[in-house]
């Protein structure tokens, strides 16, 4: 385990999987395919209350997994939102039993571009089916079902995860008891639709990308996939947080080099950030991932707002952050907006930070502090 890594509170933790659809009884997508056999990739901490009241499942953003805190068993690496998860902490598993899966078309366990595609014996590549996030909940749904959860405390997501987290209050009203979205949005922004389509093209452009084939060339689109991380990991970041952290400095040099190497510290970052992405993601699921977010509009007209509403229940926790400007305020007030239009119970909070669209994940302590407490009311609630 890395040097100041932490894990403790959690300690070590597996990777389980669960089989929840089989070629006989696929899963039905939006597209009108269907896809079977399914596996999803989870990891569980704390324990299910006897009543089995006290579940409250996480959802991950674009680039996430299963492992949310601890120390993993095979790997030794601690969970994206270690800080978050553990005995008196924001999920605190003295009061909760945290769930948290790899969504469908991920590349951490669970069935995607990259797994056993058995009509042929090859790997689906890009004959796996366009999936939604509408789909990504439903086998979310069958995995809390095969845990023996029938409802949850609440749902939690940030990012793309908040995109998972409202699908979850609209699709299983009975099931839901509170919704926590965080940096996230009710549909993307012609913006970010340009973002997502560069970074597609930035991988599909790749001489190795091979039609997305390229396990079967022995290969990787590192080029290709690194380039559009370092894109997106731009627009996670705020330009005070950039300025702030790295400024004009130079990078192991006192002097610019009048060519194309690396002068400056902010390029050295992005393409170590490229390059660390590349050896741990896959690029189909990338793809696939992303245009999952390009189709996410739950609410494309009033009609359709007040349909999909009419039967939620839930409480809404909606946070957004001052300098993000992937996911900037104004979108989580639009939410907010078409959940008070149709009498549904929200709290909305903005938080000030230069930490950018990426502070949904960091130590913001007054963001952690409110989350803590809407968890924890709904952990008194019979």
């Not at 099931?175 to 940096?183: E, F, I, K, M, R």
């Not at 939410?335 to 929200?346: I, P, Q």
Request: net charge negative.
């Amino acid at each position: 385990m890395a040097d100041g890594a932490s894990g403790a509170d959690v300690g070590v933790v597996e990777t389980r999987f669960a089989e929840l659809f089989t070629a006989a009884d696929p899963l039905r997508l939006d597209s009108g395919a269907t896809l079977g056999p399914v596996t999803l990739a989870y990891e569980t901490y704390g324990t299910l209350a006897p009543d089995r009241g006290n579940a409250v499942l996480i959802c991950h953003a674009l680039t996430g997994d299963a492992h949310v805190a601890g120390v993993h068993a095979d790997t030794d690496k601690v969970g994206w939102w270690d800080d978050f998860v553990g005995p008196g902490r924001v999920f605190d598993t003295d009061k909760h039993f945290v769930v948290c899966s790899n969504v469908i078309a991920g590349c951490s366990g669970s069935t995607g571009p990259g797994s056993l595609n058995p009509a042929t014996g090859r790997a689906y590549g890009l004959d796996f089916p366009m999936v939604t996030t509408g789909d990504m909940v439903r086998a979310q749904r069958a995995l809390v079902a095969h845990l023996g959860i029938p409802r949850l405390r609440a749902v939690v997501g940030g990012s793309v995860g908040g995109m998972q987290a409202l699908q979850w209050a609209l699709d299983y009203p009975d099931v839901v008891g509170s919704c926590v979205v965080v940096a996230s949005t009710t549909r993307l922004s012609a913006q970010n639709i340009a973002f997502n389509a560069v970074s597609r093209q930035a991988i599909m452009s790749d001489p190795d990308f091979h039609d997305g084939r390229y396990t079967e060339h022995d290969v990787v689109p590192h080029r290709g996939l690194a380039t559009a991380r370092m894109m997106a990991h731009i627009t996670y970041l705020s330009e005070e947080g950039l300025q702030l952290k790295f400024g004009r400095s130079l990078q192991d040099r006192d002097r610019v080099s009048y060519g194309f190497d690396r002068d400056f510290a902010v390029e050295s970052y992005l393409h170590h950030q490229g390059s660390k992405f590349v050896r741990r993601f896959d690029a189909n699921t990338y793809l696939y991932l992303t245009k999952a977010m390009d189709y996410f509009d739950p609410f494309p007209d009033a009609a359709t707002a007040a349909r999909a509403l009419a039967p939620v229940t839930s409480d809404f926790l909606v946070c957004s952050f001052s300098s993000d400007w992937r996911f900037d305020s104004s979108r989580s007030m639009e939410l907010v907006e078409v959940l008070l239009r149709h009498d549904k119970h929200v709290a909305f909070q903005e938080f000030t930070t230069p930490l950018g669209h990426d502070a949904f994940l960091l130590d913001v302590p007054p963001y952690k502090a409110t989350l803590k407490a809407f968890l924890d009311r709904r952990a008194e609630v019979p």
